[in-house]
Nanobody
Framework: VQLQASGGGLVQAGGTLRITCIASLRSETIISMNWYRQAPGKQREFVAR???????KYADSVRGRFTISRDNAKNSMYLQMDSLNSEDTGVYYC??????????????WGQGTQVTVSQ
C-alpha cells in the first residue's frame, strides 16, 4: 500500500486549505483512513478519522473547523481545513488501517505534506 499526500502550502490565519491523500492498494481493503500531524518539536498527534462506512472522528482541537471526507471509488481521502490558525502548522500525514485477503490487519503511513499558517 502506498499513500500519497498533497495539497499543503502556506496560508494566512483564518484561511482555508484542502489536503488530499490517495491510496494505492493491491488486494487490501481499507478499514479506516486517518490524518495525523506533527508540529515542530512536538509529537505526532491524531487529527481526524473516517471509516469505510463514513463514520468520522475528530480531535477536539479541530472539531468544527476541519472536515474529513473520502471517495471510496478513488481510494482518496480529503481534509478541508477552515479557520486555520498558527497552531495548525505542521506536517500532515495520512495513515490507513487495512485488512488483506487473509484477514490480516496492517497499517500504513504516507509521506507528509507541509501546512504552514502565517499570522
Amino acid at each position: 500500500v502506498q499513500l500519497q499526500a498533497s495539497g499543503g502550502g502556506l496560508v494566512q490565519a483564518g484561511g482555508t486549505l484542502r489536503i488530499t491523500c490517495i491510496a494505492s492498494l493491491r488486494s487490501e481493503t481499507i478499514i479506516s483512513m486517518n490524518w495525523y500531524r506533527q508540529a515542530p518539536g512536538k509529537q505526532r498527534e491524531f487529527v481526524a478519522r473516517i471509516t469505510s462506512s463514513g463514520l468520522t472522528k475528530y480531535a477536539d482541537s479541530v472539531r468544527g473547523r476541519f472536515t474529513i471526507s473520502r471517495d471510496n471509488a478513488k481510494n482518496s481521502m480529503y481534509l478541508q481545513m477552515d479557520s486555520l490558525n498558527s497552531e495548525d502548522t505542521g506536517v500532515y500525514y495520512c495513515h490507513t488501517d487495512t485488512r488483506d485477503e487473509l484477514d490480516q490487519k496492517r497499517d500504513y503511513w504516507g509521506q507528509g505534506t507541509q501546512v504552514t499558517v502565517s499570522q
